[in-house]
């Protein structure tokens, strides 16, 4: 299969979102897009994020396998980080703060689908407005290392291979140690 990029998806995920009221970080009431955490999380602890579908039209039929990949992460978390406070985030909630980021660092994940099959990329960022730790999950993608705090990860990828959607989490137990050796970073 020739490479194909998901810049192409980008579009699709900055559509017009609905409002929602938020705090601004310095007690400020601002206008959040839903996508955005309502929890900066704690000092020290970690911010599980809800996954990221790309193109977003796919979220809802990626709702069952992104909830089992979350699950999956906080489980990984609770394990590498036990007693550590992880504030796992529902959906929609995917992305931090522009503004100062999280305070606990921040694990995500980025679901790219494309005619039924996936690629996933786990996202780590250390607390505040910091670069994002990309590591591939499943399917074979080319990509930076790091992407900067709130660009689209899909905008540095390439994609090589996909499995399918259906199979993604058991797909994904073939690189689970790479996956932990990158949650490090939230040591």
């Known amino acids: 299969m020739p490479s194909l990029t998901l810049v192409t998806f980008i579009a699709l995920v900055l559509g017009a979102c609905a409002s929602r009221s938020g705090d601004g970080g310095d007690g400020t009431r601002v206008e959040l897009s839903p996508e955005i955490s309502h929890s900066r999380g704690v000092d020290g602890g970690i911010v599980l994020l809800w996954p990221r579908v790309v193109p977003k039209a796919n979220t809802v039929a990626m709702r069952g396998p992104a909830k089992a990949l979350q699950d999956r992460l906080k489980a990984m978390l609770e394990e590498h980080f036990p007693g550590r406070p992880i504030d796992v985030r529902p959906e929609p909630e995917r992305v931090c703060p522009r503004r100062g ?24 960022s250390p607390p505040g407005e910091s670069e994002q730790l990309l590591m591939p999950w499943a399917g074979l993608v080319t990509t930076q290392i790091t992407v900067p705090f709130r660009e689209p990860p899909e905008s540095s990828m390439k994609i090589h291979e996909l499995v399918p959607c259906d199979k993604l989490p058991v797909a994904t137990l073939d690189r689970e140690e790479r996956v932990r050796q990158a949650l490090r970073i939230a040591e």
Not at 107 to 121: F, S, Y
């Open 101 to 124: 980021g999280c305070v606990g660092t921040s694990v995500g994940l980025l679901i790219g689908v494309l005619e039924g099959e996936c690629v996933a990329v786990v996202i780590v």
